[in-house]
């Protein structure tokens, strides 16, 4: 008997597994980054950027995370560079006052998505 459990001509299993991968990627993404960013600043969070921006920040990486990772299960990569293109063009200003926290962030956040997004794609094999 197959392991997939399906119900009403769906694959549960594979439901069941995406909806884990969302929510394992809104939870470690952020502190990824955080981590990440201390790490190469040799700085403490507040040092790097104040706590609104990193607020604002949060909010936008859990979007980019949700957008990015349903563009890559639907197999539509081009939009990827669109959600790239778009915040970097949206957020020129903030960018050019500290490069460091906008640029590495958004760099850590979408590679990591991007890799989440592949592996949770080979996983269920969609």
């Given at each position: 008997?197959?392991?997939?459990?399906?119900?009403?001509g769906?694959?549960?299993?594979?439901?069941?597994?995406?909806?884990?991968?969302?929510?394992?990627?809104?939870?470690?993404?952020?502190?990824?980054?955080?981590?990440?960013?201390?790490?190469?600043?040799?700085?403490?969070?507040?040092?790097?950027?104040?706590?609104?921006?990193?607020?604002?920040?949060?909010?936008?990486?859990?979007?980019?995370?949700?957008?990015?990772?349903t563009?890559?299960?639907?197999?539509?990569?081009?939009?990827?560079?669109?959600?790239?293109?778009?915040?970097?063009?949206?957020?020129?200003?903030?960018?050019?006052?500290?490069?460091?926290?906008?640029?590495?962030?958004?760099?850590?956040?979408?590679?990591?998505?991007?890799?989440?997004?592949?592996?949770l794609?080979?996983?269920?094999?969609?």
């Amino acid at each position: 008997m197959n392991n997939i459990i399906v119900l009403m001509g769906y694959d549960v299993t594979n439901g069941i597994i995406i909806i884990t991968g969302y929510a394992l990627l809104l939870l470690t993404s952020g502190v990824l980054v955080r981590l990440v960013l201390s790490k190469i600043s040799h700085k403490e969070k507040k040092e790097i950027a104040p706590d609104n921006l990193w607020d604002t920040g949060a909010v936008i990486g859990k979007c980019e995370n949700i957008l990015i990772i349903t563009f890559i299960l639907s197999n539509e990569f081009t939009a990827l560079a669109i959600i790239f293109a778009a915040k970097t063009i949206i957020r020129k200003d903030d960018i050019e006052k500290n490069s460091l926290f906008y640029l590495a962030g958004n760099m850590i956040n979408v590679t990591y998505s991007i890799v989440f997004g592949v592996i949770l794609k080979l996983i269920t094999g969609i």
